[in-house]
């Protein structure tokens, strides 16, 4: 959650003149640190046209990851829903990869060990667009932990202003 990142200044190991770390080393944009090659898919209310404009080119690709950053309420807003998409999509796939390889095990009379907690699947999905299965030099651990932190505060959050009400 760096403000930085959310509105893309720098890069990340060339800081700009006030400190700011800004975009990831694969160009991440917003709070959601969504990868440019990846958002395109997932940016809500583009049109056909401009998704297919977008998985064109790069540049397209991150004008339309551009569209993320920002502090007002509206990129603060797409940068969620895009980012909140992205896990649900990755989430669904994961969970369909591995009930594939359940009926394949199940087919060949063997036991069907889940590659890892969906969970850390969804995270690894969301963070490479690519697998269910990536360390990710560390970043699909580090999400996955980061994840519970957050849901922890605001299971502990809400039960205390339940109980204060």
């Given at each position: 959650m760096r403000e930085d990142v959310e509105v893309g200044r720098g890069k990340a190991h060339h800081p700009d003149d006030i400190g700011g770390q800004g975009?990831?080393?694969?160009?991440?944009?917003?709070?959601?640190q969504v990868h440019?090659?990846?958002a395109w898919r997932f940016v809500p209310d583009l049109t056909e046209d401009e998704r297919k404009t977008a998985s064109k080119t790069p540049q397209s690709r991150e004008a339309v990851a551009r569209t993320l950053l920002g502090k007002d309420r509206e990129r603060l807003v797409t940068c969620f829903r895009t980012g909140l998409r992205m896990l649900a999509h990755a989430a669904s796939a994961c969970a369909g990869e591995?009930?594939?390889?359940a009926a394949i095990a199940k087919r060949a009379g063997r036991k069907h060990e889940p590659y890892a907690h969906l969970e850390w699947g969804m995270y690894s999905m969301y963070g490479t667009g690519q697998t269910c299965r990536s360390f990710n030099k560390g970043k699909t651990t580090t999400r996955v932990t980061t994840a519970r932190v957050v849901a922890d505060a605001l299971t502990r959050a809400i039960r205390e202003d339940r109980k204060g009400t």
């Open positions: 975009r990831g080393p694969g160009g991440e944009v917003c709070l959601m440019p090659d990846i591995d009930r594939r390889e």
